[in-house]
Protein backbone atom coordinates (compact mmCIF):
# COMPACT_ATOMS: atom_id res chain seq x y z
CA UNK A 1 0.00 0.00 0.00
CA UNK A 2 1.48 3.15 -1.16
CA UNK A 3 1.10 5.68 1.88
CA UNK A 4 2.67 9.07 0.20
CA UNK A 5 4.97 9.52 -2.25
CA UNK A 6 9.22 10.48 -2.43
CA UNK A 7 9.92 13.29 -5.25
CA UNK A 8 12.97 12.45 -7.19
CA UNK A 9 14.30 15.09 -9.63
CA UNK A 10 16.67 14.56 -12.37
CA UNK A 11 17.68 16.30 -15.42
CA UNK A 12 14.99 18.98 -14.37
CA UNK A 13 12.46 15.83 -14.91
CA UNK A 14 10.60 15.01 -11.66
CA UNK A 15 9.34 11.26 -10.79
CA UNK A 16 7.20 10.32 -7.90
CA UNK A 17 8.27 7.25 -5.94
CA UNK A 18 5.99 5.77 -4.05
CA UNK A 19 6.84 4.98 -0.05
CA UNK A 20 5.34 1.89 0.95
CA UNK A 21 4.60 0.99 4.71
CA UNK A 22 5.26 -2.44 6.27
CA UNK A 23 3.92 -3.75 9.28
CA UNK A 24 7.50 -2.95 11.14
CA UNK A 25 10.70 -1.29 9.82
CA UNK A 26 11.84 1.04 7.71
CA UNK A 27 9.46 1.87 4.51
CA UNK A 28 10.76 1.27 1.11
CA UNK A 29 10.65 3.81 -2.05
CA UNK A 30 9.53 2.23 -5.17
CA UNK A 31 11.77 2.94 -7.19
CA UNK A 32 10.54 1.83 -10.52
CA UNK A 33 10.02 4.58 -12.20
CA UNK A 34 13.34 5.05 -12.21
CA UNK A 35 12.90 2.83 -15.61
CA UNK A 36 11.47 6.01 -17.66
CA UNK A 37 14.40 8.11 -16.12
CA UNK A 38 17.45 6.94 -18.15
CA UNK A 39 19.08 5.75 -14.66
CA UNK A 40 19.84 2.67 -12.63
CA UNK A 41 19.64 2.74 -9.10
CA UNK A 42 23.46 1.71 -8.07
CA UNK A 43 23.76 -0.42 -4.50
CA UNK A 44 26.59 -2.20 -4.37
CA UNK A 45 26.11 -5.15 -1.26
CA UNK A 46 22.66 -4.32 -1.75
CA UNK A 47 22.45 -2.48 1.59
CA UNK A 48 19.76 -0.24 0.84
CA UNK A 49 17.86 -2.04 -1.62
CA UNK A 50 14.91 -4.79 -0.62
CA UNK A 51 13.97 -6.65 -3.93
CA UNK A 52 11.29 -8.67 -2.15
CA UNK A 53 8.17 -8.14 0.30
CA UNK A 54 8.28 -10.73 3.01
CA UNK A 55 5.87 -11.67 5.55
CA UNK A 56 8.46 -14.93 7.06
CA UNK A 57 11.43 -12.77 9.34
CA UNK A 58 12.03 -9.79 10.78
CA UNK A 59 15.33 -7.72 11.77
CA UNK A 60 15.79 -4.51 13.56
CA UNK A 61 19.58 -4.45 13.37
CA UNK A 62 19.68 -1.24 15.73
CA UNK A 63 17.67 -2.92 18.54
CA UNK A 64 19.18 -6.30 18.32
CA UNK A 65 15.69 -7.90 17.23
CA UNK A 66 14.79 -10.80 15.32
CA UNK A 67 11.24 -12.52 15.05
CA UNK A 68 9.98 -15.08 12.71
CA UNK A 69 6.58 -14.98 11.88
CA UNK A 70 6.17 -12.64 14.42
CA UNK A 71 7.88 -14.11 17.85
CA UNK A 72 10.96 -13.09 19.20
CA UNK A 73 14.32 -15.53 18.58
CA UNK A 74 14.86 -16.06 22.37
CA UNK A 75 11.38 -17.80 23.33
CA UNK A 76 11.32 -19.44 20.53
CA UNK A 77 14.88 -20.79 21.06
CA UNK A 78 14.60 -21.63 24.72
CA UNK A 79 10.64 -22.85 24.41
CA UNK A 80 10.10 -24.31 21.17
CA UNK A 81 11.64 -27.62 18.91
CA UNK A 82 13.31 -26.92 15.84
CA UNK A 83 10.72 -28.52 13.59
CA UNK A 84 8.18 -25.98 15.30
CA UNK A 85 9.95 -22.92 14.28
CA UNK A 86 10.59 -24.57 10.51
CA UNK A 87 6.82 -24.90 10.71
CA UNK A 88 6.26 -21.56 11.67
CA UNK A 89 8.46 -20.46 8.86
CA UNK A 90 6.53 -22.57 6.46
CA UNK A 91 2.94 -22.10 7.81
CA UNK A 92 2.96 -18.99 8.97
CA UNK A 93 1.99 -19.77 12.41
CA UNK A 94 3.29 -22.32 15.17
CA UNK A 95 1.80 -25.47 14.85
CA UNK A 96 -0.84 -26.58 17.18
CA UNK A 97 -0.81 -30.32 18.89
CA UNK A 98 -2.50 -32.18 16.09
CA UNK A 99 -0.32 -30.19 13.34
CA UNK A 100 2.39 -30.72 15.20
CA UNK A 101 2.48 -34.33 15.47
CA UNK A 102 1.30 -34.67 11.64
CA UNK A 103 4.02 -32.47 10.82
CA UNK A 104 6.73 -34.41 12.68
CA UNK A 105 5.51 -37.91 11.82
CA UNK A 106 5.77 -36.94 7.63
CA UNK A 107 9.39 -35.66 8.36
CA UNK A 108 9.96 -38.90 10.33
CA UNK A 109 8.80 -40.73 7.08
CA UNK A 110 10.93 -38.82 4.63
CA UNK A 111 14.63 -38.90 6.53
CA UNK A 112 16.07 -41.66 4.21
CA UNK A 113 17.40 -41.02 1.16
CA UNK A 114 17.65 -43.22 -2.16
CA UNK A 115 20.50 -45.50 -1.65
CA UNK A 116 21.40 -45.00 -5.09
CA UNK A 117 22.19 -41.33 -3.76
CA UNK A 118 25.19 -43.04 -1.47
CA UNK A 119 27.16 -43.53 -5.01
CA UNK A 120 27.33 -39.84 -5.64
CA UNK A 121 29.33 -40.36 -2.10
CA UNK A 122 31.62 -42.33 -3.58
CA UNK A 123 32.66 -40.00 -6.32
CA UNK A 124 34.37 -37.64 -3.81
CA UNK A 125 37.64 -37.69 -2.69
CA UNK A 126 37.94 -39.07 0.78
CA UNK A 127 39.34 -35.61 2.42
CA UNK A 128 36.79 -33.85 0.59
CA UNK A 129 35.26 -31.01 2.38
CA UNK A 130 31.79 -31.70 3.33
CA UNK A 131 30.17 -28.77 2.04
CA UNK A 132 31.65 -29.76 -1.10
CA UNK A 133 29.74 -32.60 -0.65
CA UNK A 134 26.93 -31.18 0.53
CA UNK A 135 26.69 -28.78 -2.51
CA UNK A 136 26.69 -31.85 -4.65
CA UNK A 137 24.32 -33.97 -3.10
CA UNK A 138 21.53 -31.52 -2.32
CA UNK A 139 21.89 -30.24 -6.36
CA UNK A 140 21.49 -34.37 -7.05
CA UNK A 141 18.35 -34.48 -5.04
CA UNK A 142 17.04 -32.58 -7.97
CA UNK A 143 18.16 -35.91 -10.16
CA UNK A 144 15.80 -38.24 -7.95
CA UNK A 145 12.32 -36.00 -7.84
CA UNK A 146 11.02 -34.86 -11.65
CA UNK A 147 7.79 -35.30 -9.85
CA UNK A 148 5.78 -32.58 -7.38
CA UNK A 149 7.95 -29.83 -8.64
CA UNK A 150 4.58 -27.05 -9.37
CA UNK A 151 5.62 -24.49 -6.33
CA UNK A 152 2.43 -23.36 -6.57
CA UNK A 153 0.30 -26.27 -5.89
CA UNK A 154 -0.06 -26.90 -2.09
CA UNK A 155 0.67 -30.56 -1.62
CA UNK A 156 3.76 -30.34 -4.18
CA UNK A 157 5.10 -27.48 -2.07
CA UNK A 158 4.66 -29.33 1.17
CA UNK A 159 6.47 -32.86 0.06
CA UNK A 160 9.21 -30.75 -1.27
CA UNK A 161 9.43 -28.59 2.26
CA UNK A 162 9.30 -31.83 4.10
CA UNK A 163 11.63 -34.25 1.93
CA UNK A 164 14.62 -31.43 2.31
CA UNK A 165 13.99 -30.56 5.86
CA UNK A 166 13.75 -34.56 6.66
CA UNK A 167 16.98 -35.40 4.08
CA UNK A 168 19.09 -32.75 5.51
CA UNK A 169 20.50 -34.15 8.45
CA UNK A 170 21.29 -37.41 6.93
CA UNK A 171 23.17 -35.90 3.84
CA UNK A 172 25.02 -33.96 6.26
CA UNK A 173 25.88 -36.53 8.48
CA UNK A 174 25.99 -38.84 5.73
CA UNK A 175 29.03 -36.39 4.29
CA UNK A 176 30.83 -36.72 7.61
CA UNK A 177 30.82 -40.15 7.74
CA UNK A 178 32.26 -40.31 4.59
CA UNK A 179 35.00 -38.00 5.51
CA UNK A 180 35.70 -40.37 8.38
CA UNK A 181 36.05 -43.32 6.41
CA UNK A 182 32.94 -44.77 8.51
CA UNK A 183 30.06 -46.24 7.17
CA UNK A 184 26.45 -44.64 6.90
CA UNK A 185 24.29 -44.37 9.55
CA UNK A 186 20.69 -45.17 8.72
CA UNK A 187 18.73 -42.66 10.58
CA UNK A 188 16.56 -43.59 13.50
CA UNK A 189 12.64 -42.26 13.14
CA UNK A 190 11.91 -43.03 17.09
CA UNK A 191 14.79 -40.04 17.80
CA UNK A 192 14.01 -36.39 17.78
CA UNK A 193 15.58 -34.70 15.29
CA UNK A 194 18.13 -33.31 17.11
CA UNK A 195 19.05 -36.75 18.42
CA UNK A 196 18.46 -38.71 15.16
CA UNK A 197 21.48 -36.18 13.61
CA UNK A 198 23.61 -36.79 16.78
CA UNK A 199 23.06 -40.72 16.49
CA UNK A 200 23.82 -40.51 12.81
CA UNK A 201 26.90 -38.47 13.55
CA UNK A 202 28.17 -40.57 16.57
CA UNK A 203 26.98 -43.81 16.40
CA UNK A 204 28.71 -46.54 14.10
CA UNK A 205 27.60 -49.74 13.49
CA UNK A 206 29.84 -51.63 16.36
CA UNK A 207 27.96 -48.71 18.82
CA UNK A 208 24.47 -48.49 18.16
CA UNK A 209 23.30 -48.16 20.81
CA UNK A 210 24.63 -44.71 21.27
CA UNK A 211 22.47 -42.35 23.36
CA UNK A 212 22.58 -38.51 22.21
CA UNK A 213 22.66 -36.96 25.98
CA UNK A 214 20.02 -34.56 26.77
CA UNK A 215 22.03 -30.85 27.46
CA UNK A 216 23.86 -32.03 23.56
CA UNK A 217 20.48 -32.80 22.10
CA UNK A 218 18.72 -29.51 23.24
CA UNK A 219 21.96 -27.21 22.23
CA UNK A 220 21.99 -28.92 18.50
CA UNK A 221 18.15 -28.41 18.35
CA UNK A 222 18.80 -24.43 20.00
CA UNK A 223 21.74 -24.38 17.19
CA UNK A 224 19.28 -25.90 14.40
CA UNK A 225 16.67 -22.97 15.11
CA UNK A 226 18.99 -20.14 15.37
CA UNK A 227 20.52 -20.58 12.58
CA UNK A 228 16.62 -21.54 11.00
CA UNK A 229 15.98 -18.08 8.52
CA UNK A 230 17.63 -14.77 8.75
CA UNK A 231 15.53 -12.78 6.10
CA UNK A 232 16.72 -11.89 2.86
CA UNK A 233 20.61 -12.75 3.36
CA UNK A 234 23.17 -13.90 0.79
CA UNK A 235 22.69 -17.62 1.03
CA UNK A 236 18.58 -16.81 0.98
CA UNK A 237 19.15 -14.11 -1.60
CA UNK A 238 20.69 -16.52 -4.20
CA UNK A 239 17.70 -19.16 -3.38
CA UNK A 240 15.38 -16.96 -4.36
CA UNK A 241 17.47 -15.68 -7.08
CA UNK A 242 17.67 -19.12 -8.33
CA UNK A 243 13.80 -20.42 -7.98
CA UNK A 244 12.80 -17.09 -9.75
CA UNK A 245 13.89 -18.44 -13.20
CA UNK A 246 12.18 -21.42 -12.29
CA UNK A 247 15.00 -24.26 -11.24
CA UNK A 248 13.84 -27.23 -9.88
CA UNK A 249 14.08 -26.52 -5.72
CA UNK A 250 16.49 -28.53 -5.17
CA UNK A 251 18.92 -27.16 -7.41
CA UNK A 252 17.81 -23.74 -6.00
CA UNK A 253 18.69 -25.02 -2.45
CA UNK A 254 22.11 -26.56 -3.55
CA UNK A 255 22.93 -22.92 -4.85
CA UNK A 256 22.04 -21.27 -1.10
CA UNK A 257 24.45 -24.14 0.29
CA UNK A 258 27.27 -22.66 -1.95
CA UNK A 259 26.39 -19.46 -1.13
CA UNK A 260 26.52 -20.01 2.66
CA UNK A 261 29.94 -21.72 2.65
CA UNK A 262 31.78 -18.13 2.45
CA UNK A 263 33.47 -16.83 5.71
CA UNK A 264 31.83 -14.13 5.73
CA UNK A 265 28.61 -15.80 5.51
CA UNK A 266 27.88 -19.49 7.07
CA UNK A 267 31.88 -20.19 6.96
CA UNK A 268 32.11 -17.81 9.82
CA UNK A 269 32.01 -20.45 12.63
CA UNK A 270 34.41 -22.78 11.35
CA UNK A 271 36.71 -19.67 10.49
CA UNK A 272 36.04 -19.02 14.13
CA UNK A 273 38.10 -22.16 15.17
CA UNK A 274 40.63 -21.78 12.34
CA UNK A 275 41.73 -17.68 13.52
CA UNK A 276 41.66 -19.70 17.34
CA UNK A 277 44.38 -22.34 15.49
CA UNK A 278 46.20 -19.19 14.09
CA UNK A 279 46.00 -17.46 17.55
CA UNK A 280 47.47 -20.19 19.52
CA UNK A 281 47.26 -18.86 22.93
CA UNK A 282 46.04 -15.90 25.22
CA UNK A 283 49.77 -14.17 24.96
CA UNK A 284 49.28 -13.75 21.33
CA UNK A 285 45.94 -11.96 21.08
CA UNK A 286 47.32 -9.02 21.46
CA UNK A 287 49.71 -9.61 18.25
CA UNK A 288 46.18 -10.37 16.43
CA UNK A 289 44.41 -7.50 17.70
CA UNK A 290 47.06 -5.25 16.23
CA UNK A 291 46.83 -7.20 12.94
CA UNK A 292 42.81 -6.95 13.01
CA UNK A 293 43.21 -2.85 13.47
CA UNK A 294 45.41 -2.68 11.03
CA UNK A 295 43.02 -4.36 8.58
CA UNK A 296 45.71 -7.33 7.41
CA UNK A 297 42.58 -10.11 9.29
CA UNK A 298 39.18 -9.68 10.28
CA UNK A 299 37.90 -10.78 13.76
CA UNK A 300 36.04 -14.05 12.60
CA UNK A 301 32.66 -14.33 14.91
CA UNK A 302 32.43 -10.88 15.18
CA UNK A 303 30.47 -7.77 13.42
CA UNK A 304 27.14 -8.29 10.91
CA UNK A 305 25.81 -6.09 8.40
CA UNK A 306 22.52 -5.80 9.95
CA UNK A 307 22.63 -6.13 13.79
CA UNK A 308 25.13 -3.07 14.90
CA UNK A 309 23.50 -3.36 18.37
CA UNK A 310 24.37 -7.04 19.48
CA UNK A 311 23.34 -10.14 17.21
CA UNK A 312 20.17 -11.53 19.42
CA UNK A 313 20.94 -15.38 18.02
CA UNK A 314 24.49 -14.81 20.46
CA UNK A 315 22.91 -14.29 23.26
CA UNK A 316 20.91 -17.24 23.59
CA UNK A 317 23.92 -19.15 21.61
CA UNK A 318 26.29 -17.29 24.59
CA UNK A 319 23.86 -19.05 27.35
CA UNK A 320 23.95 -22.34 25.79
CA UNK A 321 27.35 -22.17 25.26
CA UNK A 322 27.58 -21.44 29.04
CA UNK A 323 25.25 -24.55 29.65
CA UNK A 324 27.05 -27.00 27.53
CA UNK A 325 30.58 -26.34 28.58
CA UNK A 326 29.50 -26.44 32.23
CA UNK A 327 27.23 -30.12 31.89
CA UNK A 328 30.21 -31.63 29.89
CA UNK A 329 32.93 -30.54 32.27
CA UNK A 330 35.18 -29.51 29.09
CA UNK A 331 38.39 -27.88 29.67
CA UNK A 332 39.64 -27.09 26.03
CA UNK A 333 42.26 -24.34 25.93
CA UNK A 334 41.13 -23.42 23.18
CA UNK A 335 37.80 -22.78 24.53
CA UNK A 336 39.53 -20.43 27.47
CA UNK A 337 41.45 -18.33 24.53
CA UNK A 338 37.96 -17.98 23.08
CA UNK A 339 37.05 -16.79 25.95
CA UNK A 340 39.54 -14.24 26.38
CA UNK A 341 39.45 -12.88 22.99
CA UNK A 342 35.60 -12.11 23.35
CA UNK A 343 36.58 -10.37 26.62
CA UNK A 344 39.44 -8.51 25.09
CA UNK A 345 37.36 -7.28 21.92
CA UNK A 346 34.02 -6.14 23.51
CA UNK A 347 36.37 -3.59 25.98
CA UNK A 348 38.41 -2.13 22.52
CA UNK A 349 37.38 1.03 21.11
CA UNK A 350 37.94 -0.14 17.52
CA UNK A 351 35.22 -2.66 18.20
CA UNK A 352 33.19 -0.59 20.58
CA UNK A 353 33.33 2.72 17.58
CA UNK A 354 32.45 -0.12 15.34
CA UNK A 355 29.15 -1.86 17.27
CA UNK A 356 31.41 -4.97 16.72
CA UNK A 357 29.90 -7.62 18.47
CA UNK A 358 30.16 -11.43 18.74
CA UNK A 359 27.44 -13.03 16.16
CA UNK A 360 26.06 -16.27 16.93
CA UNK A 361 28.83 -18.12 15.16
CA UNK A 362 31.04 -16.99 17.33
CA UNK A 363 29.44 -19.06 20.36
CA UNK A 364 28.32 -21.23 18.03
CA UNK A 365 31.47 -22.82 16.75
CA UNK A 366 32.70 -23.26 20.53
CA UNK A 367 29.63 -25.05 21.23
CA UNK A 368 30.30 -27.53 18.66
CA UNK A 369 33.99 -28.38 18.93
CA UNK A 370 32.71 -28.84 22.74
CA UNK A 371 30.16 -31.67 21.53
CA UNK A 372 32.82 -33.08 19.53
CA UNK A 373 31.92 -31.77 15.78
CA UNK A 374 34.64 -31.54 13.76
CA UNK A 375 35.25 -27.76 12.42
CA UNK A 376 34.92 -28.77 8.58
CA UNK A 377 31.24 -29.91 9.89
CA UNK A 378 30.06 -26.59 11.35
CA UNK A 379 28.94 -24.85 8.63
CA UNK A 380 27.42 -27.46 7.28
CA UNK A 381 24.98 -27.86 10.51
CA UNK A 382 24.30 -24.02 9.60
CA UNK A 383 23.04 -25.58 6.21
CA UNK A 384 21.06 -28.19 7.82
CA UNK A 385 18.93 -25.38 9.74
CA UNK A 386 18.91 -23.20 7.37
CA UNK A 387 16.82 -25.25 4.84
CA UNK A 388 14.08 -24.86 6.49
CA UNK A 389 14.11 -20.68 5.99
CA UNK A 390 15.36 -21.12 2.02
CA UNK A 391 12.56 -23.21 1.70
CA UNK A 392 10.12 -21.14 3.47
CA UNK A 393 11.14 -17.85 1.35
CA UNK A 394 11.22 -20.05 -1.91
CA UNK A 395 7.58 -21.16 -2.02
CA UNK A 396 6.35 -17.40 -0.28
CA UNK A 397 8.04 -16.32 -3.71
CA UNK A 398 6.30 -19.14 -5.76
CA UNK A 399 2.87 -18.89 -3.90
CA UNK A 400 2.44 -15.03 -5.73
CA UNK A 401 3.55 -14.00 -8.87
CA UNK A 402 7.51 -13.43 -9.05
CA UNK A 403 9.65 -12.02 -11.67
CA UNK A 404 12.70 -13.50 -12.54
CA UNK A 405 15.85 -11.57 -10.67
CA UNK A 406 17.68 -9.73 -12.91
CA UNK A 407 19.78 -6.53 -11.63
CA UNK A 408 21.12 -4.32 -13.65
CA UNK A 409 24.74 -2.62 -13.56
CA UNK A 410 27.35 0.30 -13.89
CA UNK A 411 29.43 -0.64 -16.76
CA UNK A 412 32.69 0.58 -16.18
CA UNK A 413 34.34 -1.40 -18.96
CA UNK A 414 35.62 -0.67 -22.62
CA UNK A 415 33.26 1.39 -25.14
CA UNK A 416 32.79 0.11 -28.08
CA UNK A 417 35.96 -0.69 -30.11
CA UNK A 418 36.65 -2.20 -33.80
CA UNK A 419 37.38 -6.31 -33.71
CA UNK A 420 41.42 -6.54 -34.41
CA UNK A 421 42.82 -9.93 -36.20
CA UNK A 422 44.94 -11.85 -33.85
CA UNK A 423 48.23 -10.99 -35.83
CA UNK A 424 47.50 -7.41 -36.11
CA UNK A 425 46.90 -7.89 -32.07
CA UNK A 426 50.03 -5.99 -30.37
N1 LIG B 1 36.78 -7.67 12.35
C1 LIG B 1 37.39 -6.48 12.25
N2 LIG B 1 36.83 -5.39 11.70
C2 LIG B 1 35.60 -5.53 11.21
C3 LIG B 1 34.89 -6.75 11.28
C4 LIG B 1 35.52 -7.85 11.88
N3 LIG B 1 34.90 -9.02 11.99
N4 LIG B 1 33.67 -6.60 10.71
C5 LIG B 1 33.62 -5.33 10.30
N5 LIG B 1 34.78 -4.67 10.62
C6 LIG B 1 35.09 -3.26 10.41
C7 LIG B 1 35.39 -2.96 8.95
O1 LIG B 1 36.78 -3.08 8.70
C8 LIG B 1 34.90 -1.57 8.84
O2 LIG B 1 35.84 -0.70 9.46
P1 LIG B 1 36.22 0.70 8.75
O3 LIG B 1 34.92 1.41 8.50
O4 LIG B 1 37.10 1.38 9.73
O5 LIG B 1 36.92 0.31 7.48
C9 LIG B 1 33.66 -1.53 9.73
O6 LIG B 1 33.89 -2.53 10.72
C10 LIG B 1 32.36 -1.79 8.99
O7 LIG B 1 32.49 -3.04 8.34
P2 LIG B 1 31.81 -3.44 6.98
O8 LIG B 1 32.76 -4.32 6.22
O9 LIG B 1 31.24 -2.24 6.31
O10 LIG B 1 30.59 -4.29 7.48
P3 LIG B 1 29.70 -5.21 6.59
O11 LIG B 1 28.31 -4.99 7.06
O12 LIG B 1 29.95 -5.04 5.13
O13 LIG B 1 30.21 -6.68 6.98
C11 LIG B 1 30.38 -8.82 7.92
C12 LIG B 1 29.53 -7.55 7.79
C13 LIG B 1 29.59 -9.87 8.72
C14 LIG B 1 30.68 -9.40 6.52
C15 LIG B 1 31.69 -8.46 8.65
O14 LIG B 1 31.42 -7.92 9.92
C16 LIG B 1 32.63 -9.65 8.77
O15 LIG B 1 33.32 -10.01 7.81
N6 LIG B 1 32.64 -10.34 9.97
C17 LIG B 1 33.45 -11.50 10.13
C18 LIG B 1 32.79 -12.69 9.48
C19 LIG B 1 31.62 -13.21 10.29
O16 LIG B 1 31.70 -13.41 11.49
N7 LIG B 1 30.49 -13.48 9.57
C20 LIG B 1 29.32 -14.08 10.15
C21 LIG B 1 28.11 -13.18 10.17
S1 LIG B 1 26.82 -13.87 11.22
C22 LIG B 1 26.32 -15.31 10.39
C23 LIG B 1 25.52 -15.02 9.20
O17 LIG B 1 24.40 -14.49 9.35
O18 LIG B 1 25.99 -15.35 8.09
Not at 131 to 141: F, K, P, S, T
Amino acid sequence: MADTNAKLTVNGEEYELPIIEGTLGRPVIDVAALQESGFWSYDPGFKVTAPVESKITYIDGGKGELLHRGYPIDELANHAEYLEVAYALLNGELPNAEQKADFFEKIREHTAVHDQLRKFFEGFRRDAHPMAIMVGVVGALSAFYHDNLDLSNEEHREITAIRLIAKMPTLAAMSYKYSQGEPFMYPRNDFSYAENFLYMMFATPADVDYEPNDVVTRAMDKIFTLHADHEQNASTSTVRLAGSTGANPYACIAAGIAALWGPSHGGANEAVLEMLDEIGTVENVPAFMEKVKSREVKLMGFGHRVYKNFDPRAKVMKETCDEVLEALGVNDPKLELAMALEKIALEDPFFIERNLYPNVDFYSGIILKAIGIPTSMFTVIFALARTSGWISHLLEMHSAPYKIGRPRQLYTGETRRDFVKVEDRK
